[in-house]
T-cell receptor, first 114, second 110 residues
Framework: IAGITQAPTSQILAAGRRMTLRCTQDMRHNAMYWYRQDLGLGLRLIHYSNTAGTTGKGEVPDGYSVSRANTDDFPLTLASAVPSQTSVYFC?????????????FGPGTRLTVL | GENVEQHPSTLSVQEGDSAVIKCTYSDSASNYFPWYKQELGKRPQLIIDIRSNVGEKKDQRIAVTLNKTAKHFSLHITETQPEDSAVYFCAATRGYKLSFGAGTTVTVRA
């Protein structure tokens, strides 16, 4: 079934460690996004990519970096994890960066930073 | 940037009754308003959306209304069923950056 996959499903990480969350889509969507979801705050955009080779900052980019080497993959890296980055992370994609294109979400990664 | 406020934060309804969730947005240039449903432990899934050139849209038991002048939009669920129990998020955007409301936890009592 076509869609978006994320790995790992969950992870417990010691503070200060480096971690990369993986996201892959097979829908040939041009745009991809990373959100974090925290209770009472909804989903907040971390970084986005309009097309392969380009990335941009969202609402809460500090402490995170992304790359978009090809259309399918959009990894999110925490260079030195801190407890405040404990959250559920969702990757999403849309056909283009048009404002009216539906964003489809991956299954999420639950990250705990101790 | 866009600011989306969503009310209520929790909503409990009797099975068969209607549920209404309201959202307001701040950016008058926003032109796309999707609603997502998220079941416990699952991903958000689009249930309905509306564009700024439309005032109302309906899909079976779900409808969304948009008032651009007042900058608010609402989700209406009629004849609620137990499977409607979930967290619902509204969102708004005029670009590709979706801004989400904080969510409404809907519980349908049997």
């Amino acid at each position: 079934i076509a869609g978006i996959t994320q790995a790992p499903t969950s992870q417990i990480l010691a503070a200060g460690r480096r971690m990369t969350l993986r996201c892959t889509q097979d829908m040939r969507h041009n745009a991809m996004y990373w959100y974090r979801q925290d209770l009472g705050l909804g989903l907040r955009l971390i970084h986005y990519s309009n097309t392969a080779g380009t990335t941009g900052k969202g609402e809460v980019p500090d402490g995170y970096s992304v790359s978009r080497a090809n259309t399918d993959d959009f990894p999110l890296t925490l260079a030195s994890a801190v407890p405040s980055q404990t959250s559920v992370y969702f990757c999403a994609s849309s056909d283009s960066a048009s404002s009216t294109d539906t964003q489809y979400f991956g299954p999420g990664t639950r990250l705990t930073v101790l | 940037g866009e600011n989306v406020e969503q009310h209520p934060s929790t909503l409990s309804v009797q099975e068969g009754d209607s549920a209404v969730i309201k959202c307001t947005y701040s950016d008058s240039a926003s032109n796309y308003f999707p609603w997502y449903k998220q079941e416990l432990g699952k991903r958000p899934q689009l249930i309905i959306d509306i564009r700024s050139n439309v005032g109302e849209k309906k899909d079976q038991r779900i409808a969304v209304t948009l008032n651009k002048t007042a900058k608010h939009f609402s989700l209406h669920i009629t004849e609620t069923q137990p499977e409607d129990s979930a967290v619902y998020f509204c969102a708004a955007t005029r670009g590709y950056k979706l801004s989400f409301g904080a969510g409404t936890t809907v519980t349908v009592r049997a």
